[in-house]
């Protein structure tokens, strides 16, 4: 069965969503036949790539909040993401455009290395000191420590175009799906989990998804005792 994860590096409660599912997902019975595939989702994706400004003045700006209330926010933010045992910096982060993160991710999942980037580019953003934001050698860095190659990783974020529209196909597709926020996990193409939720919202949800599997249905076209392998070996044709 496939987990689909619509996020955004600069999303904290993808941060905390992440480890949530994690946790249920590391106590499904079925664990070994999820597959768990990122995509894409911009929170900002109109602003340029060297626009960076501290999360509090981001927030202040686009909330219409004040300084305080701003950081009572990560405050408490920073309270859920420790009872989920993960990092966060309270103060003194930035944010800015996280399509080149996106494009490398897109390069990773091809590697088989999807996971292990993302979950890096998480931590630095919310729990370490170096930005991640203008900074294409600190992503490479990140990708050298997800297990990529850090030549492949430095043309992929070279060259803007590569894996654009990938980036764009999943933010088109989010759309399509109704999701307006994230993160947004999709199971099985069947059902939608909206948020960060509690680790036994996704457990249930995993649970109800699974036994809803439709049963595999055998198409039987000409002889019904054509030859197969098996355990036992195979079967040879006689003479």
């Known amino acids: 069965?496939?987990?689909?994860?619509?996020?955004?590096?600069?999303?904290?409660?993808?941060?905390?969503?992440?480890?949530?599912f994690e946790k249920a997902l590391d106590a499904?019975?079925?664990?070994?036949?999820?597959?768990?595939?990122?995509?894409?989702?911009?929170?900002?994706?109109?602003?340029?790539?060297?626009?960076?400004?501290?999360?509090l003045a981001m927030l202040t700006k686009k909330y219409g909040m004040s300084e305080a209330q701003a950081q009572a926010g990560e405050e408490n933010l920073g309270t859920q993401a420790g009872a989920e045992g993960l990092d966060y910096r309270t103060r003194d982060r930035?944010?800015?455009?996280?399509?080149?993160?996106?494009?490398?991710?897109?390069?990773?999942?091809?590697?088989?290395?999807?996971d292990?980037?993302?979950?890096?580019?998480?931590?630095a953003n919310f729990a370490e000191e170096r930005t991640v934001f203008g900074d294409g050698e600190r992503l490479v860095e990140l990708a050298v420590?997800?297990?990529?190659?850090?030549?492949?990783?430095?043309?992929?974020?070279?060259?803007?175009?590569?894996?654009?529209?990938?980036?764009?196909?999943d933010e088109r597709e989010a759309a399509e799906?109704?999701?307006?926020?994230?993160?947004?996990?999709?199971?099985?193409?069947k059902y939608g989990v909206s948020?960060?939720?509690?680790?036994?919202?996704?457990?249930?949800?995993?649970?109800?998804?699974?036994g809803e599997r439709p049963p595999l249905r055998l198409i039987q076209q000409g002889s019904t005792d054509a030859e197969v392998c098996g355990p036992d070996g195979c079967a040879v044709p006689q003479q």
């Not at 944010?95 to 088989?112: I, S, V, W, Y």
């Not at 292990?116 to 580019?121: D, F």
């Open 1 to 20: 069965m496939r987990v689909e994860i619509w996020s955004d590096i600069a999303c904290p409660w993808c941060y905390v969503g992440k480890a949530r």
């Open 28 to 55: 499904f019975p079925h664990r070994d036949e999820i597959e768990v595939v990122h995509r894409s989702f911009e929170l900002d994706p109109g602003r340029a790539k060297g626009d960076i400004q501290p999360v």
């Open 94 to 114: 930035d944010h800015g455009n996280t399509f080149d993160m996106h494009r490398l991710l897109h390069f990773a999942k091809e590697q088989g290395r999807q």
């Open 116 to 123: 292990e980037l993302i979950g890096l580019l998480y931590r």
């Open 145 to 169: 420590a997800a297990g990529l190659d850090a030549d492949a990783a430095r043309a992929v974020l070279a060259d803007p175009k590569a894996y654009a529209d990938d980036v764009r196909a």
């Open 177 to 189: 799906l109704g999701a307006n926020g994230v993160p947004f996990f999709v199971l099985d193409r």
């Open 195 to 210: 948020g960060a939720q509690p680790a036994e919202v996704f457990t249930q949800a995993l649970t109800q998804a699974w």
